[in-house]
């Protein structure tokens, strides 16, 4: 298993090679765009038949959308020091 600070540098540095990419684009279409990487990404894990995936999808969904939630409070203190640093 990958020790949590490399899996963190690791999604970081992906994040930073996306964010350009994404930055300053519509928020619908961007809200599309990462909708549809998360259904690519739920679509790609399987079990042992279709209840199976079904439940296994839900549960990936159900804790990614609550990392999802635990990365708001940060990001949002980076874009605000982001901002505050800006207007100096």
């Given at each position: 298993?990958?020790?949590?600070?490399?899996?963190?540098?690791?999604?970081?540095?992906?994040v930073?090679r996306?964010?350009?990419i994404?930055?300053?684009?519509?928020?619908?279409?961007?809200?599309?765009?990462?909708?549809d990487?998360?259904a690519?990404?739920?679509?790609?894990h399987?079990?042992?038949?279709?209840?199976?995936?079904a439940?296994?999808r839900?549960?990936l969904?159900?804790?990614?959308?609550q990392?999802?939630r635990d990365?708001?409070?940060p990001?949002?203190?980076?874009?605000?020091e982001?901002?505050?640093r800006g207007?100096?």
């Amino acid at each position: 298993m990958t020790n949590p600070d490399s899996m963190a540098r690791r999604s970081q540095a992906i994040v930073e090679r996306i964010r350009p990419i994404l930055a300053g684009k519509d928020p619908a279409i961007v809200s599309a765009a990462l909708g549809d990487l998360l259904a690519m990404w739920l679509a790609g894990h399987f079990a042992s038949g279709p209840k199976a995936t079904a439940a296994l999808r839900e549960q990936l969904l159900r804790e990614h959308i609550q990392l999802v939630r635990d990365l708001i409070g940060p990001n949002e203190q980076m874009i605000l020091e982001g901002v505050r640093r800006g207007s100096q």
